[in-house]
Structure formats: structure tokens, C-alpha cells
């Protein structure tokens, strides 16, 4: 279904009264508006808002928005103010979906991971147990370089590393290379120079280990869990 741009009105619902301290998570609403209208990006959100889309971007930044604005074209369009304002369907529907990133999108990932355009097309996971977003992400295991404690096919869980130096010795990592593409590897830090890095196979039959400069990394992921795809099968 597409939306004209609509003009709005400064009237808000009377029912809806928005207090000084009342704490709304503007990224988690716009995606539920998203979600409303059936549109999926930020161009087209800012279409039917009748704004510039580094408007939405700046929204998010400094999270706030223009709630005249918000409620008017709900109201406009019928949309439940109250799925979109409140806390508890914040939680149920948004708190664990989690973006993830499958083989097919990881060459495009590499040189698309800051832009939100992008990320909002990509394909999200709902668990029933919590993570923490945006800092957990899932990626999807290419080859069997880490076979066998890493399946191909299976999905890691990466939780964000936002400072290089908190990389742990041997521990699984899922580093993003402006040069080098993604990988999932078990990282062992050079004691003779603290900005490389050595990327380790878990199988053996692989002896080719990549050395990764850290100013390489645009994005650094600790492994914290597997999600494996393998079908368990019965016994006869």
C-alpha cells in the first residue's frame, strides 16, 4: 500500500497527554510506525511525514521527535496510539528481535553496516530469551573453517565490542574488514605487536591463518552463543 504525502494539523488527541518525564525509545516507535504503515525504510517513512530523511536520522540520534507531528498522522490514518506509545508493547514485541546477517548479505554488509537504510531491510530474529539491542547481532557461519566447535550454516550471536583493546585472547570473534570481508575466527593477540591480530581456524585441516591489523576492524562481535540449524534426527 502506498501513502501520498499528507498535510498535517497541529491537533493532537485530547486523550494523549505527554509529560516532561515520560521516557520514549524514539528508534523502537519509528520501526513500530514502520510496521504500521507496511513500509520497511527511513526514505519512505520521511515520505509519508512529509520530512527530510536526515530528519528520522537525527530523531534517532538524539532521541526525540516531533510528537505533534506523530500523532496527527496517526490519527489521520487510524493508527493505535497506544500500541505505539506503550512500554509493554515495547517489550513484548521489540526487546528481542535481533538483526541478522545471512551469507547472501555479508558482502554487502561489509561496506553497508553504518547506514540504517540498509540495516532496516535486513532480515530480523525474535528469541525467547533477552538480548540486548543494537548491541547483539546474529551472523550467519560461512565454510567450515571452525568446524567443528562452528557448523557451517549456523548462526553465531555476537555481542558488541566497542574498544579493541577488550578483544579476549582466544576467544571467537566475528570481525568486519574494510579489506577483508567478515569473519568468524578464534582470535590469539600478537605479544610482539598490539595491533595485529591473528585469526585462528578451529579445523584443523585449515593451516592457513589470517593476520588482521586492528585498524583494519570497522566492527568487532564476541561470540557469546550458537544457533544451530541441524535437523535432530530420530532414532529407528
Same mark, same amino acid.
Given at each position: ?50 520530512? &527530510? ?7 534517532? =540520534?538524539? @532521541?526525540?521527535? !516531533?510528537?505533534?507531528?506523530?500523532? %496527527? *498522522? $496517526? ?75 562452528? &557448523? ?7 555481542? =558488541?565490542? @566497542?574498544?579493541? !583493546?577488550?578483544?579476549?585472547?582466544? %576467544? *571467537? $570473534? ?63
Amino acid at each position: 500500500m502506498k501513502y501520498n504525502t499528507i498535510e498535517t494539523t497541529k491537533e493532537s488527541n485530547p486523550s494523549i497527554t505527554l509529560k516532561r518525564d515520560y521516557t520514549v525509545d524514539v528508534t523502537l516507535l519509528l520501526k513500530k510506525l514502520k510496521s504500521h504503515l507496511g513500509i520497511q525504510t527511513n526514505i519512505e517513512l520521511s515520505r509519508v511525514l512529509d520530512v &527530510k530523511p536526515n530528519t528520522i536520522s537525527t530523531w534517532k =540520534r538524539r @532521541n526525540s521527535l !516531533d510528537y505533534e507531528l506523530i500523532i %496527527s *498522522i $496517526c490519527n489521520m490514518l487510524d493508527i493505535d496510539l497506544n500500541s505505539l506509545f506503550s512500554t509493554e508493547y515495547t517489550r513484548n514485541r521489540s526487546a528481542n528481535n535481533i538483526l541478522a546477517v545471512p551469507i547472501e548479505a555479508q558482502y554487502q554488509y561489509v561496506s553497508n553496516y553504518h547506514k540504517e537504510e540498509f540495516l532496516d531491510k535486513m532480515p530480523k530474529c525474535s528469541l525467547p530469551f533477552s538480548f540486548s539491542t543494537p548491541n547483539t547481532r546474529a551472523f550467519q557461519m560461512a565454510g567450515i573453517s571452525m568446524s567443528p566447535t562452528l &557448523k557451517e550454516g549456523a548462526y553465531v550471536i555476537g555481542e =558488541r565490542i @566497542n574498544d579493541h !583493546d577488550l578483544i579476549e585472547d582466544n %576467544s *571467537i $570473534c566475528i570481525l568486519i574488514s574494510k579489506l577483508r570481508g567478515i569473519h568468524i575466527n578464534r582470535v590469539k593477540k600478537d605479544p610482539k605487536n598490539p595491533y595485529i591480530l591473528n585469526l585462528l581456524n578451529d579445523n584443523e585441516n585449515f593451516s592457513n591463518n589470517i593476520v588482521m591489523p586492528v585498524e583494519e576492524i570497522t566492527e568487532a562481535w564476541r561470540v557469546t552463543n550458537i544457533l544451530s540449524l541441524d535437523i535432530v534426527k530420530r532414532d529407528h
